[in-house]
């Protein structure tokens, strides 16, 4: 029996943040080099001006050096100078190799996943993923690698035969975002080498400790210059890396904003680009879903890296028959979401936010959404810190064309509009300037084959969401850029087609 009051319910029903005995997560002597790792070793020297914060706790861990043109233009050139050599390795030496980093990192994965966790605040259920993840591409970029084919030779000319060869790019700069600091970079360095590119690899700002642990654990299996970390901010180090002439290929995972800063940098010297940017996934209930399962699902779907995830299922159109149930699932899983700091227990599925802008940023766009309309159902505030806590958030009646419904939030907040019927949800899901993920909830079998043709989606899942595999390709359509990551489609991407023919008439 409860002796409560509504009022004391109401506050005892408010997440807590769970919090951990508080030790350090990584020891000091377990910490990366502080610096740059250029030709094979780490540069340290110059001064260390950027603060890096655990999210979760709010204290400074360490201060790292920015690079400036030297330390870019000598990472470009040893990469260029590695690839001479890298460049014309075999197939299954490059697999060997990928191989090796792919063990390393699985021996490593628990240091790997404090490091990430330091940096980010990820609760453990997903550094773990994310490690595991980052050797299973290496490990897939290493079979791709040794049946990765052009077209086949034969003579399409009379006397002229022609063969097809897939050559390397060259260097390639890559720049990474802050919510998987050690996976986005495995995306796009494990197709890299697998082709015999070289790289230039700039972390975010805020989160380059795993991928310089990374390199330092793995420096004796890379041979020097083949990877190369250069830290800095974006608008220097990254807008620098863009325009850089040495560069061959820019590849970034990031804003729509620094996707267009990145492509109008690498325009003067025409070299390629490859883009993953931003996305607003559209989650479409029908009538006929089964609305326990999809309430499930969404829970881990959108608050998954505590919603700062580009494909993130933050968006849902739900029909106006069913919304009302829905929302009653969808609030009363929300509420039971266990949210705190990495150390607080396996069982943390939402983490802090990974900086107070970033906070001030999620909750500037709650407050927004309620002045156009919409309701907070669950959640809607900040946690008491320390740390960069907010509630996992439910807003409902969310209009059309309002910020919310159009605009990606990254952070722990799903935003939910009703639909009448079926032509409306696809209009209205297509309606955004981003094309990275969607998914579609349904038991009608034809629907399930048709909608997903209908949306302008680079991924369309159906009765499920943010499942992905190695295997398959990665990448949006508009806004959300035109490059693909994962499979075979990403090596593909990072290396080039050369026509040869050959006259052999006598
Ligand atoms: P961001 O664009 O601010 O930063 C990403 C990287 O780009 C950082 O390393 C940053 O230093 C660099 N950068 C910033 N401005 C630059 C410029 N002018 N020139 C060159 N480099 C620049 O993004 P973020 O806040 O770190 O990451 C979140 C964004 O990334 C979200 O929009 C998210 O959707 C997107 N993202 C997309 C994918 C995908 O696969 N499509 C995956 C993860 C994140």
Redesign the pocket.
């Known amino acids: 029996m409860t002796t409560s009051t509504t009022t004391e319910r109401a506050a005892d029903q408010r997440v807590q943040v769970r919090r951990g005995p508080g030790g350090p997560l990584v020891a000091e002597t377990e910490m990366p080099p502080l610096g740059h790792f250029v030709d094979g070793a780490f540069d340290t020297a110059g001064p260390a001006s950027a603060p890096l914060v655990d999210p979760s706790d709010e204290r400074q861990v360490a201060l790292l050096p920015q690079a400036d043109t030297t330390v870019l233009d000598r990472a470009v050139d040893a990469a260029a100078a590695a690839f001479t050599t890298w460049g014309a390795t075999t197939p299954r030496e490059r697999a060997e190799l990928l191989l090796a980093i792919a063990d390393r990192i699985d021996a490593e994965a628990d240091l790997l996943g404090r490091l990430e966790a330091l940096d980010t605040g990820k609760p453990p259920s997903v550094t773990a993923d994310d490690v595991s993840s980052a050797a299973d591409v290496f490990r897939f970029s290493a079979g791709a690698a040794r049946s990765l084919t052009g077209l086949g030779t034969a003579d399409y000319v009379a006397d002229h035969t022609s063969l097809v060869l897939r050559e390397p790019v060259g260097v390639v700069g890559v720049?990474?975002?802050?919510?998987?600091p050690l996976l986005?970079a495995a995306?796009k360095i494990a197709p890299i080498l697998a082709v015999g590119d070289t790289a230039v690899v700039?972390?975010?700002?805020?989160t380059p400790l795993s991928l310089l642990k990374r390199a330092e654990l793995t420096a004796d299996i890379v041979p020097a210059g083949v990877l190369n970390i250069v830290l800095?901010?974006?608008?220097e180090?990254?807008?620098a890396?863009?325009s850089h002439p040495g560069v061959d290929l820019i590849a970034?995972?990031?804003?729509?904003?620094?996707?267009r800063?990145?492509a109008s940098?690498a325009a003067e010297s025409l070299k390629r680009v490859h883009?993953?940017?931003?996305?607003k996934a559209p989650v479409l209930v029908f009538e006929d879903a089964d609305l326990e399962a999809t309430a499930e699902g969404l829970r881990s779907a959108s608050f998954w890296n505590s919603g700062?995830?580009?494909?993130a299922a933050t968006r849902v159109l739900v029909h106006e028959d069913v919304a009302e149930r829905f929302v009653e699932h969808l609030v009363e899983q929300v509420r039971q979401i266990p949210v705190g700091t990495p150390d607080a227990g396996e069982d943390i599925e939402v983490g802090p936010l990974?900086s107070r802008t970033?906070r001030e940023r999620v909750l500037a766009f709650i407050d927004r959404a309620q002045q156009d309309g919409a309701r907070v159902a669950v959640g809607g505030s900040a946690l008491p810190g320390p740390g960069f806590f907010v509630e996992p958030t439910v807003l409902v009646d969310v209009q059309e064309g309002t910020e919310a419904a159009r605009e990606?939030v990254?952070g722990p907040v799903i935003t939910v509009e009703t639909f009448a019927d079926e032509d409306e949800a696809v209009r209205r899901a297509n309606d955004v300037v981003y094309g990275?993920a969607a998914s579609v909830w349904t038991r009608d079998a034809a629907r399930s084959l048709d909608v997903p043709r209908r949306l302008d989606f680079g991924t369309v899942w159906v009765n499920s969401h943010l499942v992905l595999a190695s295997e398959l390709p990665?990448?949006?359509f508009k806004g959300?850029?035109y490059?693909r990551?994962l499979s075979i489609h990403a090596l593909e991407d990072f290396s080039r087609t050369k026509h040869v023919q050959i006259n052999h008439g006598r």
């Open positions: 720049i990474v975002p802050w919510n998987y986005m995306w700039k972390p975010a700002e805020l800095g901010r974006g608008r180090v990254g807008a890396m863009s970034l995972t990031g804003s729509v904003g620094s996707g800063a990145v940098a883009l993953e940017l931003g996305g700062q995830e580009c494909g990974i970033h990606e990254f990275l990665w990448g949006g959300s850029g490059g990551d």
